[in-house]
């Protein structure tokens, strides 16, 4: 299994709803991150877990509440989110921290709309 | 900190013809420098990557690109392009042994038949 699984595809979530994006990988990676994708503009990393640790938040609003729960499984909790919150939200992994000349290999992404 | 530039934000380009997409980078330390590809509502897949060693790394697609240290660049190459290379192509630094990857503004990169 060579593949990042995102679910759900697509989502749209009211201003005041609670919902998770779920990530899974079975590579035995140990580094998982999640990116930011707005329309027309590049990835900007958000977090980056390391051993089922976070080890960076790039400041990200507590709006955004990541959680890996094993080494296999990357969750963000959404919670009040904002119509600019919308954007196409990557998770990625690689080999380890520190080992970035692995690449990484990124999901297909959770498309989400904020109503 | 490492940064990256895209200069170009869409390159058109008929079929069967060669591309060049461009890219330079700036960081004080040495680095690991990425080319992904983007197809619509899609991830991203690694195209090559630039490690150490030979400055020519070809990749998947018949893509290659040419690690030029003195002009700070890595810029993308394909002989001969299809409608299907359409794409957004993002190029990508990371510090040796960092763990960070930052991305390129992007190209667009749209072929005509």
């Known amino acids: 299994d060579t593949e990042v699984t995102q679910t759900p595809k697509h989502l749209v979530m009211g201003m005041t709803n609670k919902k998770s994006l779920k990530c899974e990988q079975h590579?035995?990676?140990?580094?998982m991150y999640w990116y930011k994708q707005k329309a027309k503009k590049p990835p900007e990393l958000m977090f980056v877990?390391?051993?089922?640790?976070?080890?960076i938040n790039e400041s990200v609003p507590s709006r955004f509440s990541p959680e890996c729960p094993n080494s296999s499984l990357l969750n963000l909790h959404l919670h009040a989110l904002q119509p600019e919150d919308s954007a196409l939200y990557l998770c990625?992994?690689?080999?380890?921290?520190?080992?970035?000349?692995?690449?990484?290999?990124f999901g297909s992404g959770t498309r989400l709309t904020v109503v | 900190a490492q940064s990256v530039t895209q200069l170009d934000s869409q390159v058109p380009v008929f079929e069967e013809a060669p591309v060049e997409l461009r890219c330079n980078y700036s960081?004080?330390?040495?680095?690991?420098l990425f080319w992904y590809v983007q197809y619509p509502n899609q991830g991203l897949q690694l195209l090559l990557k630039?490690?150490?060693?030979?400055?020519l790394v070809k990749g998947i697609n018949g893509f290659e690109a040419e690690f030029n240290k003195s002009q700070t660049s890595f810029h993308l190459r394909k002989p001969s392009v299809h409608i299907s290379d359409t794409a957004e192509y993002f190029c990508?630094?990371?510090?040796?042994?960092?763990?960070?990857?930052?991305f390129g503004a992007g190209t667009i990169l749209r072929v005509k038949s």
């Open positions: 990625a992994s690689s080999q380890g921290m520190g080992l970035s000349s692995y690449g990484y290999t």
């Open positions: 590579m035995g990676h140990r580094a």
């Open positions: 877990y390391s051993y089922e640790k976070l080890s």
């Open positions: 960081s004080s330390v040495s680095v690991y």
């Open positions: 630039y490690l150490s060693g030979s400055t």
């Open positions: 990508a630094v990371s510090q040796e042994y960092g763990n960070k990857l930052v």
